[in-house]
């Protein structure tokens, strides 16, 4: 496992793909290469990037090769009942910037959740009705640009308005990142991908209630 | 002294009467006029009444030539689409992920895409203002341009695994630059900014920057240098810290640092350098004037014993930006 640790924090896709397929012929289950490799991987990724430290291209080339595993593991997507937990994730009508809003998807898929993206330009309804839909623990939205916030602080209400109350908003992005989980109307305000998986982590442990 | 003079003693380390105040007020001329951001950015003459009118309300000390970073990749063969009240974004990237350099011609700014509007913008400004303002230009910074021409995603991945074939894409793009930036000069402009929002470190490490960046920066404003330009102004937002160290080198003379970068690491940083900054941009929609004005009070305060400072936001003000707020940034530099 050490090897597809390596290729995977080396962002070498090819050598993290054909180590998976050499593990799963060696009859390894998908279960035990996404927390042995993938999660332990994206640990130590995590361990890396501080706010400081946190650059996208590093972080895009391990999430490719995170992802050319997880489709090897789970061609058809990973299903609900072998996910940690499913978030739906997208970016709100108004923003076509997409790429924070991928690497989040990246970090959380490597961290063995199962994420729904809904894409750039997501009407609230979309996102509400899709959270509803999956069963999502949790919502997170991205945004680029400062006019998109008011879309933001309405989808609690959104939420609200499906019944759904109790699924968590995060937000993150370099607009919404300037502000506060309380001048946004959401749960909270990631910094980084890494800081909104971690609140993630809680949030799903039950440590947030 | 008037603004231009203000800001050369700036640059100069010499004591302005005043802290010379230059908020980076692009799209928010256009809402400010009543008028929508789509048209303001394809008429050169409506985009330099704009910026007149926003410079006779809040009375700073620069105007800008600044359509947004699409010009380039458009004028490139890119395919934009516009919205009235946002922004462009690339609807068709000019070069496909497999494509090279090599099938793009650098565009002629005389009459390639948006170019000669912007051209059109300077030659009004400077016109009307001639040197009691500041007039600036914008180009797109190598980095930014590449990362317009194929996606941001593609081309990171392409730097990663293609490095020879990215590396003539940044070559190009900084070919883009030095002609689209020299025709600004001789258009009227004081200065082209060069802004990289793509080089920054939160983007690409440090490393990527003085290897891959740096010699194309050091190519474009040794140009523009050349061609007459007052100074050389780059322009990069983000967590920028570990990549300051490197804009003398460059050829930047007037160093913008965004509100991750406390002022005092960035005086340390850069000694020798104008710095401008640092004014968080959503906190010209989201707070009240009076929080600018004691953020801006600061600012002013913190670089009161060096000089060598333009107060600014780290980033765009956000066209919804409240007027009242950039009201205050001006009045802050006014000591009240």
């Known amino acids: 496992m050490n090897k597809l640790v390596a290729s995977l924090l080396d962002g070498d896709h090819a050598a993290a793909l054909a180590e998976t397929q050499r593990l799963r012929g060696a009859g390894m289950a998908a279960e035990r290469i996404v927390t042995e490799g993938l999660e332990a991987a994206m640990r130590r990724l995590d361990d890396k990037c501080t706010v ?64 729904v993206d809904l894409g750039k330009d997501c009407p609230l309804a979309t996102l509400a009705n899709a959270a509803g839909r999956e069963h999502a623990r949790a919502v ?49 305000v990631a910094e980084t991908a890494f800081d909104g998986a971690r609140y993630l982590d809680q949030l799903v442990r039950g440590a947030l209630s | 002294m008037n603004s231009l003079e203000r800001i050369k003693a700036a640059l100069a380390f010499a004591p302005p009467d005043r802290t010379p105040a230059v908020p980076q007020l692009f799209g928010h001329a256009a809402v400010l006029a009543g008028v929508a951001l789509g048209d303001y950015l394809r008429d050169g003459s409506l985009l330099a009444r704009c910026q007149l009118g926003a410079l006779r ?108 074939r990215f590396e003539k894409i940044l070559d190009f793009a900084a070919a883009v630059a030095i002609r689209y930036g020299v025709a600004q000069i001789e258009a009227g402009v004081h200065l082209p900014i060069v802004f990289d929002p793509s080089a920054s470190p939160a983007v690409v490490p440090p490393q990527f920057f003085r290897e891959l960046l740096l010699p194309r920066l050091q190519r474009v404003f040794a140009a523009f240098r050349q061609a007459g330009a007052l100074a050389n102004w780059l322009n990069i937002a983000g967590p920028t810290a570990a990549t300051l160290p490197y804009y003398p080198e460059a050829g930047a003379d007037i160093a913008n640092f965004d509100y991750y970068v406390e002022p005092q690491l960035a005086q340390q940083l850069l000694p020798h350098t104008c710095l401008d900054g640092n004014l968080k941009s959503l906190d010209f929609v989201a707070a009240q004037p009076e929080q600018i004005a004691a953020a801006a009070a600061r600012l002013v305060s913190a670089f009161a014993g060096r000089g060598g400072f333009l107060l600014a936001s780290g980033c765009e003000i956000p066209p919804e930006a409240k007027p009242e707020n950039i009201a205050a940034l001006v009045a802050a530099c006014r000591g009240g």
Request: aromatic content about 6%.
């Open chain 2, 57 to 164: 309300c809040y009375g700073h000390d620069v105007v800008f030539a600044f359509m947004d970073l699409c010009v380039e990749t458009e004028a490139a063969g890119a395919i934009l689409q516009y919205r009235e009240h946002q922004y462009p974004d690339v609807a068709s990237y000019a070069l496909a992920p497999a494509g090279d350099a090599a099938a793009l011609a650098v565009p002629d700014p005389a009459v390639a895409g948006r170019m000669p509007e912007l051209l059109r913008a300077a030659g009004i400004l400077r016109g009307e203002l001639d040197d009691t303002v500041l007039v600036t230009g914008c180009v797109a910074g190598p980095m930014t341009l590449a990362t317009q021409l194929l996606g941001i995603e593609t081309a990171l991945y392409l730097a990663a695994d293609d490095p020879a």
């Open chain 1, 140 to 188: 997170l939205v991205s945004g680029l640009i400062t006019s998109v916030i008011p879309q933001v602080r309405q989808v609690k209400a959104a939420l609200a308005e499906c019944g759904l109350a109790g699924v968590a908003v995060v937000a993150g992005g370099a607009a919404l990142k300037q502000s506060s989980a309380a001048a946004l109307n959401v749960d909270y």
């Open chain 1, 52 to 115: 400081e430290s946190f650059n996208l291209l590093e972080i895009m080339l391990v999430g490719r090769a995170v992802s050319a595993v997880a489709n090897e593991l789970y061609p058809e997507g990973v299903p609900p009942e072998q996910g940690r937990a499913t978030f739906v994730i997208a970016t709100l009508e108004g923003d076509v910037h997409d790429l924070g809003k991928n690497i989040a998807k990246m970090v959380l898929i490597g961290k063995g959740y199962r994420v």
